[in-house]
């Protein structure tokens, strides 16, 4: 049983490290949350870290321009891993090949080709149409609106030529202010329903968690699993991830759940407990915003 709590606070110091979801816990696509970025910011003045681990498929150093933007100071965090720079890290070592068929938003994931330091003999990678294409690689749709379904025409030409989709954001969804858009993680579902073939490097997938790993490494910790928390608001990304790498989780139930789970300031009680059961996930806690 979850134990609903009222702040981060109530159980951050039994934790030396956070592992912290941004979109929808400390950010909603637009703009900072004031008492999230708070909290973090409250944890590490007590000596805690805090590594923000996103599905996101920009190189972290993206991200951390993207989250100045949105009002989250630098010193909220201690650093970042994303889904992209562990992506990026599998394409440079040609796990789609070397010709490749790009899916998403250019302008915003052309950093997603940038060089790759920690690669020391990286595959040159060359964006082709689809004809031409030995692997798929997927930052997102064309269309955050349209139905991935638009997709599988292509789909099906890339299935029956033995392509693999790189899938470099796990979200299925996510919500942009008051907009729900759809993720890469759409279109690899739909492709591997289909049954072609879809590598996957972002929560709740074990590489993403090697990186964070690595991360706090890094930065001179050695913290066992016992002592990390994973905050999250994807109970399919975020909370079954972390109980994958047996770490304890905090859901934040206020996100992408808070029709289902009758979130205001905090969940309903019986909601949150049929909605975590049609899950299949078990947070050690549940708070409705992060704060």
């Not at 981060?8 to 004031?34: F, I, K």
Request: proline share 7%; aromatic share 8%; with cysteine.
């Amino acid at each position: 049983m979850t134990q609903i709590i009222n702040a981060l606070s109530d159980v951050s110091d039994r934790y030396d490290a956070l592992y912290v979801d941004l979109w929808g816990c400390v950010h909603n696509g637009v703009t900072a949350y004031p008492e999230a970025v708070a909290a973090l910011q409250a944890h590490r003045r007590r000596g805690g870290i805090v590594v923000l681990v996103t599905n996101s498929p920009k190189p972290r150093a993206g991200v951390a321009t993207q989250l100045e933007g949105f009002g989250v100071p630098a010193d909220a965090y201690d650093t970042i891993a994303t889904s992209g720079d562990s992506a990026r890290a599998a394409m440079f070592t040609g796990a789609v090949g070397e010709k490749v068929y790009f899916m998403g938003e250019w302008q915003r994931d052309e950093l997603f080709f940038s060089p790759l330091e920690v690669i020391e003999t990286p595959v040159p990678i060359t964006r082709v149409p689809l004809q031409e294409a030995e692997g798929i690689v997927c930052c997102g749709p064309f269309d955050p609106m349209a139905d991935p379904d638009v997709n599988r025409a292509d789909f099906l030409y890339a299935k029956t030529k033995g392509l693999k989709l790189l899938c470099a954001n796990p979200d299925i969804v996510v919500d942009r202010g008051e907009t729900r858009e759809w993720c890469a993680g759409a279109l690899a579902r739909l492709y591997t329903e289909m049954g072609g073939e879809s590598l996957y490097f972002g929560k709740p997938h074990p590489p993403i968690y090697d990186l964070a790993r690595r991360r706090l490494t890094a930065l001179g910790k050695d913290i066992p699993a016992s002592a990390i928390l994973a905050i999250g608001d994807g109970a399919q990304t975020d909370i079954a991830g972390a109980m994958g790498e047996d770490i304890d989780s905090l859901f934040i139930s206020g996100g992408l759940a808070a029709t289902e789970t009758k979130t205001s300031h905090d969940p309903d009680p019986k909601a949150l407990t049929a909605y975590l059961q049609k899950e299949n996930v078990a947070p050690a806690y549940t708070i409705g915003q992060l704060r």
